[in-house]
């Protein structure tokens, strides 16, 4: 089920998944591998933090809310966008978690949880530095004593910061690939994307402008939110994080600043 919050103000975060929530599964897949082990590694971190309560930042359609759900967890979604919702409600097993809709750098639900999760780059798409540093503290007011914030984000490569356009295909199927022309501009700190998806059916163009921020300086931003560095991997898998990583799993604890 999902409920609406009242008193949004008038720069709507869920424009993105206005624009792309009746097809977003069609458009992002996903790598089912990949989501069973965020699953497994987000149960584990709630078992360990004494809890069995997650809630996510951005729940989309529900690709991990309702495999969380479905282990047993109570699992909360706060998501900007309504057809996104109405998407994950509207498949099996969708009206388990309980989604809000509002907006998560902002909404506080006035609980705890053992897990508050910020998956696929999500900490990108607040417009400023400021309202990044919002997403932290956020999370840190609905982080139990014992529980965890975890985000996971891509990290640049030296060769994509030159200024320049850079093209990297994401998904490569039969009758789907995925084209990302992307810009990143150093002053600004912003990453202009525009994601080509050619498909059986037609091609479709989607604009995305990010505010990227570096895993220091989201290490920066939860000190200032409260919370400090548990641990960081290459992946849900567990995998050593390094120079030539190319994502990030970082999570976050009650203890810093």
Not at 22 to 27: C, R, S, T, V
Not at 59 to 74: D, V, Y
Not at 122 to 133: E, H, S, V, W, Y
Request: glycine letters at 12%; hydrophobic letters at 40%.
């Amino acid at each position: 089920m999902w409920v609406r919050v009242p008193g949004m103000k008038s720069h709507d975060p869920g424009t993105y998944g206005t624009k792309v929530g009746l097809e977003y599964d069609d458009l992002y897949p996903g790598e089912p591998v990949e989501t069973e082990s965020a699953v497994a590694t987000l149960c584990r971190l709630a078992e360990e933090a004494g809890g069995g309560s997650v809630l996510e930042f951005g729940s989309g359609t529900g690709r991990l809310a309702i495999p969380l759900a479905e282990r047993n967890l109570e699992v909360v979604g706060i998501e900007a966008s309504e057809v996104m919702a109405e998407q994950m409600t509207a498949k099996p097993g969708g009206e388990i978690p309980q989604v809000v809709v509002g907006d998560f750098l902002t909404l506080d639900l006035g609980r705890s949880f053992s897990v508050v999760v910020l998956p696929l780059n999500g900490i990108f798409g607040p417009a400023n530095r400021d309202d990044q540093l919002a997403c932290f503290r956020n999370a840190a007011r609905h982080l139990e004593p014992g529980g965890c914030f975890v985000i996971e984000a891509f990290v640049l490569r030296p060769e994509q910061l030159r200024g320049d356009w850079w093209v990297a295909p994401r998904y490569v199927f039969d009758d789907h690939v995925e084209l990302q022309l992307c810009r990143y501009d150093t002053a600004s700190h912003t990453l202009e994307r525009n994601l080509v998806h050619l498909r059986s059916d037609g091609i479709r163009f989607l604009r995305l402008g990010d505010r990227y921020a570096w895993p220091g300086e989201l290490d920066l931003m939860a000190r200032a939110a409260g919370l400090r560095l548990r641990h960081r991997h290459g992946g849900w898998n567990g995998e050593e994080f390094g120079s030539s990583s190319f994502s990030h799993i970082s999570v976050y604890e009650p203890g810093g600043g």
